[in-house]
DNA sequence: ATAACTGCTTGATCTGCATCAATGCGGGAT
DNA sequence: ATCCCGCATTGATGCAGATCAAGCAGTTAT
């Protein structure tokens, strides 16, 4: 889970443009300011529906999306959170292939599929720089994978709420202290359950268990409170690389 | 298992260099041509090992490898098979995320680092090329969460199989027929079982299962035979949109 | 304030898969 | 052939997490 609020390759700022394409075409640059356009969303709103045409790709500006899958019988996964800088559609997959949703007000830049699929095609900083932030997506989805298939509910808990506090605190551009971390949750019970692969119940569950080892406190169902991270991350950190990066 | 696959996007292929190429600098065909070599290794060896660093990018030409990382504690979970055409390590990362192990003998196409990442930054095309590939794995593996996140063992296997069999079907360039089909699976029931998130026992309980309700046929261990395919997609496909595409 | 609603927590019970433990089977060496 | 040895299957039992079922707290409406 790639969580930084402003990676180098974040594709609606251009600021980052300037820095990448300082001395490439500069046309490119300007033709990709000129596609642009930003919308917001309320929360709620779904995004791209699975399987149906998604004409404009995004880049997330402000806000955080959820890309999911439900089967007809009603089990949903999760299959990533979107924070700003996250990509949404693929340049030549005219469909998404999840459902996305607004998990809180959403800010998108938007680009139209055909001007954008042009500039992928024929500007090479683009198209590497999309390269960049896909090879990133692969191997947060592959690290996913890892938690999803072997980690007891504990760890895969422990697992969201440390990787949670590293994102605020490098969108803060610090690192997480030794000390005590407040966090905010962006998603409620069910949502968390459903990216976790567990049940509401099993989730609650677990925040309560590692209250009651006095791991973290939650003043409100949606603010943890993490006293000792580092004690925290000992949980899943000693004994394997299934942390996600 | 029979592999040869013909992906558009496969690296390792000067025909389809030049399918893509034809009107392009023709340079670059040249360049990666005389940047590739060939080799091929035994089963069992290990091709890349989690975090080392890994100085040649290959493209796989035939043979079976596996994605895995393993916890302290032994615990495993694959994240990918390597089939042909699919490639190993990214272009910008030096070192691999993951352990890749030869699953049967495996012959690669390599390219010297240095030499690739050149042409990745200066070559739109194969940057291009990349992404497509980049984004095939994405979905993948985010298909591969959905199915580890939410799927009972029976479905895991019975989506192993079927996936198996499309995979199979495509690289023999037809579809799989309303019929028969037979696999051989290239992989044992250990590492079967790592690559669903299951243990062996359930796994092999959950090939018995299939045997008895008459979905699959099992000559020897490694060979399955399917007597009517859609029955046994049916098992997953009628519910959702969880089959890896 | 009270009611009604929504999301969270907690308890009781059930079950699917893991774990522990034999047993079977096939292929290679002798 | 016979003895292995690694892999696969099958059985018995245990347990983590799902399911079923109340309560509870924060929020909005009246």
Chains 1, 2 share one sequence.
Not at 29 to 41: M, P, V
Not at 48 to 53: H, I, Q
Not at 69 to 79: E, L, N, P
Not at 92 to 99: C, L, V
Request: net charge negative; hydrophobic share 40%.
């Amino acid at each position: 889970m790639d969580l930084t609020l402003a990676k180098e390759s974040c594709l609606h700022c251009p600021i980052r443009h300037r820095a990448v394409c300082a001395e490439a075409d500069r046309s490119e640059l300007e033709r990709l300011e000129a596609a642009k356009s930003y919308r917001t969303f309320p929360r709620g709103t779904m995004l791209a529906e699975a399987g149906e045409p998604l004409d404009h790709l995004s880049s997330i500006v402000a806000g955080c999306a959820t890309m999911s899958r439900t089967f007809a019988d009603g089990r949903r996964q999760m299959v990533g959170l979107l924070l700003p800088s996250d990509f949404i559609g693929r340049p030549g997959r005219p469909t998404s292939a999840y459902n996305i949703e607004a998990a809180s007000e959403v800010t998108l830049c938007r680009f139209e599929r055909r001007m954008f699929e042009e500039l992928v095609t024929s500007a090479p900083n683009i198209a590497h720089r999309m390269l960049v932030m896909t090879l990133d997506e692969l191997d947060a989805a592959r690290d996913w994978a890892v938690v999803l298939g072997r980690m007891t509910a504990r760890e895969k808990v422990v697992n969201f709420l440390v990787n949670l506090a590293r994102r605020e605190a490098a969108a803060h551009d610090g690192s997480v202290s030794g000390g005590a971390v407040a966090l905010h949750l962006p998603l409620s019970r069910e949502t968390i359950a459903d990216y976790l692969g567990l049940t509401i119940e099993t989730t609650s569950r677990q925040f309560s268990a590692l209250r009651k080892d006095g791991l973290i406190a939650t003043p409100s169902a949606r603010d943890v409170q993490i006293p000792d991270f580092e004690a925290l991350a000992l949980e899943i950190d000693d004994d394997d690389g299934g942390v996600i990066s």
